[in-house]
């Protein structure tokens, strides 16, 4: 691994006293996670003037349209909420990932309580912070998470692997067809536990029939890369890549090789082990077998092994 991914993240998870009632919070995985990523720390609410302490602001809708409300001031703060988010957004293109707090009506990515009115005792329904919202529009291909739910281990590696794509893909931005074919052919089998679809349709853009401009082909690679690993991959597509790497050196197993492979990926469906299971056992065989084609796929090691504490389930 080479280079660093870049988070943008908000500030009170850890790093500044910047609440609005002078609070931070210190979040496990955030703090695990400083030695290997480089973090660009926001506190949006304090950007745009808010103070701290300060009147806490809430998720309103006003004559049809939501709104970000200071009810301590009676004032909007929307107006400058949306230019802060285009400003700081636009200077942030090489970022890979955002760990954004939860439930804030600034940051949260989902959830947070939205009023129906200004009335009070106002009946709410659940939405996106507004810095969080102009997020989405920015990046959509990001890695994207509030710190509530990378408690969840799975959630937590999905999240590291399209955080450590995004971070590689970045890195081949101003490359050459070669550097896009590598990439594609390293990352096929991540690729393929995601989304076999998407896969195909990538296989065509790097195959470059057409003679397009670097350029184009990677925007249009990025727009299926990002498609491909909106969601985390499905339990039964991981399985079933495992299997198709499995072909590469079944035919050297021996009979009792083979059971213990094929309990292992039983026992991972049944989810009594964890993927890293059968993982490390096919990838010894590609060891063993020099099987050069498959050792240099990412799908061994998406992220830093390190980044992940097996007996944390996130329960
Ligand atoms: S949730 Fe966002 S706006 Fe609120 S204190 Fe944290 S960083 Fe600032």
């Not at 009676?74 to 909420?81: A, G, S």
Request: proline letters at 3%; a positive charge.
């Amino acid at each position: 691994m080479s280079n660093k991914p870049v988070i943008v993240v908000s500030n009170c998870l850890g790093f500044c006293n910047c609440r609005y009632d002078g609070q931070v919070i210190n979040d496990k995985f955030v703090k695990a996670l400083e030695s290997y990523v480089d973090y660009i720390k926001v506190c949006p609410e304090v950007d745009i003037g808010l103070g701290i302490p300060r009147d806490s602001v809430k998720l309103v809708k006003v004559d049809g349209k939501a709104e970000l409300y200071q009810p301590g001031q009676d004032r909007y703060v929307t107006k400058e909420m949306d230019e802060y988010s285009e400003k700081i957004l636009s200077s942030l293109d090489h970022a890979d990932g955002f760990i954004l707090k939860g439930r804030s009506p600034s940051c949260g990515i989902k959830d947070v309580k939205y009023y129906q009115s200004m009335v009070k005792g106002a009946s709410s329904e659940k939405g996106i912070g507004r810095f969080a919202e102009k997020v989405f529009e920015k990046f959509p291909f990001s890695a994207i998470e509030e710190e509530g739910r990378l408690t969840n281990l799975a959630l937590r590696e999905h999240f590291l692997t399209k955080l450590y794509t995004n971070m590689r893909f970045r890195e081949i931005k101003d490359g050459k067809l070669k550097d896009l074919v590598d990439f594609h052919t390293r990352h096929k089998y991540i690729l393929m536990s995601y989304n076999q679809k998407e896969l195909k349709s990538m296989g065509k853009i790097v195959a470059n029939h057409q003679n397009k401009k670097y350029e184009d082909l990677y925007g249009e690679y990025k727009e299926h890369l990002g498609s491909a690993m909106e969601q985390a991959p499905k339990f039964t597509n991981q399985l079933n890549t495992l299997m198709h790497i499995m072909g590469y050196f079944s035919d050297y197993l021996s009979k009792d090789e083979k059971e213990y492979l094929l309990k292992s990926l039983d026992k991972y469906r049944k989810r009594r082990s964890h993927l890293s299971v059968p993982v490390g056992i096919l990838r010894g065989y590609a060891i063993k077998y020099k099987q050069e084609y498959i050792l240099g796929q990412y799908i061994w090691e998406p992220f830093p092994e390190d980044m992940l504490d097996i007996s944390d389930t996130g329960k």
